[in-house]
């Protein structure tokens, strides 16, 4: 990838606008999550659930671009490192570039951190949805369990023994 410094500069802003953009899609998408949770809208949830791996991978390709933009940015500036940081490259740009690129970059942090968040607080509630329907299902294997059975001689019985369900209204 070839590029010169302020053409550089430009496509890292990009990245970073995207990379913004595409966070707070995401945080959009986890309160919208979230209020599912809570309401055990299960449509919802994997409505979310597409549109969450859909910005991933929206996410990662821009992040790739930005990596590649920020490796470029720092060979024209010379910088050398195994792993140029971008914290680096705006040590290294004149000020109006950094004054560009700051806000740029705090607003991605503040989206990431948000994002971060959002999906701690999410897992929790899921977390508390699959116990709620593990102890549900577990009352009624109980509640089942004590109810009479047919067995297969045709004779009814109490307990976990292979048979039907006998119908109380019936």
Known sequence: ????????IRGL????????????ALNATLDEERLALIQLD??????????????????????????????ALAQ?????????????????????SRDTLIPL??????????????????????????GLLDRSLHSVHEALASLPVYTTKGHTAIGRGQGFVVSRTA
């Open 105 to 130: 970059r705090d607003r991605v942090r503040a989206a990431v951190n948000g994002a971060r968040d959002g999906q701690t607080r999410n897992l929790s509630l899921t977390d508390r949805f699959m």
């Open 42 to 71: 299960v449509a919802v949830i994997h409505a979310c659930a597409e549109r969450k791996a859909a910005l991933a991978q929206a996410i990662d390709q821009t992040e790739r671009s930005r990596q590649a933009t920020v490796e």
């Open 76 to 96: 024209e500036l010379g910088l050398t490192g195994p792993a140029p940081k971008l914290t680096q490259i705006l040590d290294a740009l004149p000020t109006s």
């Open 13 to 24: 802003a990009d990245c970073l606008t995207r990379l913004a953009e595409q966070h707070e």
């Open 1 to 8: 990838m070839s590029f010169s410094t302020p053409e550089a």
